[in-house]
């Protein structure tokens, strides 16, 4: 199939102006009307990661035009439990929004989502401007002002949660919701932010488990990658951006009537319920 010498060159926009905003347009429908699509690349089979960043700059720019302030920044399918769970092989970004965040305990209504899906996160609220494509895991730590607990619900706009990266990427990496909650740490107090325990909860009972090295050995890794996306693109990643690192497990269904707890060593909980 792709193989090296015809695998399409993923950092070449192959798509024209008016396909990429009819493909923006057709994902914000999508969103908005709770309606499932089928994934991009049955119209775009040769649509290629970088085509798939144009959508998702068209749909941040209809986002921002109708008022929503963008907060910082997501990495997804950063685990190896994420990437095996939705048979891809690599991590894609994606923004955030204000009309993306929800309070802590908050109730999250599933009537204007497709088929939402909760994932565990550990959230970086940066309070230094990172630029480059030489940043490391220190240059971040010191680069941060606190760690906190993150719930991300994510909903993909695409027919049975299947999706290429391409498809995806074009989606905004699924993002639907954030909570953020629990105790924010500074990343001083903390000895190691790669031997964190989370464990989550639905209804009561434990449904998955893992340590933050789960996120490419060290979650700091997952804004490295962000800062080398936004460097390929011109831009650096604000002081005052919130990060989400990527689930730390596979993502769990939510139903109305569904909780969901995180407990994550050292950083307190977090929780959301579902209702209709
Ligand atoms: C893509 C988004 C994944 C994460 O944290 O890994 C993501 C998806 O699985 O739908 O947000
Ligand atoms: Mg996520």
Redesign the pocket.
Known sequence: MNDSTTRKNSKSVTLSEPDIDSLADRVLQAQDAATPIGKLTLDYPDMTIADGYEVQKALRARWVARGERVLGF??????RA?ME??GVDAP?F?ILTSAMARPENSAISVTDLIHP?V?A?LAFMMKDELSGSAVSVDDVLAATDYVIPAL?I?D?RFEQ?K?DLES?IADN???ARFVTGGRPMNVDQLDDLRTLGVVIEKNGNIEEMAATAAVLNHPANAIIEIVRHLHAHGESLPAGSLI?T??VTA?IPAAAGDSMVARYQHLGSISVRFVV
Do not use: D, H, N
């Not at 997501?74 to 685990?79: I, N, R």
């Open positions: 997501k990495a997804g399918l950063t685990s994420k769970q939705m894609g994606g899906r994932e996160e991300e994510i993909s949660f999706f995806v990496c699924s993002s989400l990527g689930g993502a």
